[in-house]
């Protein structure tokens, strides 16, 4: 069984800096892609950033610019470090990965069990 250990949340002060990191741990065969949305209260769950496993990266319009997604092939994690926080970037943080347990098995779809960050003007 897969999973999401997620760590660095918090509460920082807007135009501040956090880093958020997760690591997949488990019976991995391969992970396609791996990162991270977020839900803020009363709203959807949205992406953020994810990566591939050739780390190409897609962000949301919103973070473009002050968020940076990076990826540790060798060790199943990603990291977020998010610059120049908003009071609007306050969500709780998901980790994402879409994975293999086994070469022939299905793709999974596995999620942390989030990290809170807020963010104080």
């Known amino acids: 069984q897969v999973q999401l250990g997620e760590s660095g949340g918090g509460l920082v002060q807007a135009g501040g800096s956090l880093r958020l990191s997760c690591a997949a741990s488990g019976s991995i065969f391969s992970i396609n892609t791996m990162g991270w949305y977020r839900q803020a209260p009363g709203k959807q769950r949205e992406l953020v950033a994810v990566?591939?496993?050739?780390?190409?990266?897609n962000y949301a319009d919103s973070v473009k610019g002050r968020f940076t997604l990076s990826r540790d092939n060798a060790k199943n994690a990603v990291y977020l470090q998010m610059n120049s926080l908003r009071p609007e970037d306050t969500a709780v943080y998901y980790c994402?990965?879409?994975?293999?347990?086994?070469?022939?098995?299905?793709?999974?779809?596995?999620w942390g069990q989030g990290t809170q960050v807020t963010v104080y003007s």
């Open positions: 990566v591939t496993s050739d780390r190409s990266t």
């Open positions: 994402n990965a879409i994975l293999k347990e086994w070469p022939w098995g299905p793709l999974q779809n596995s």
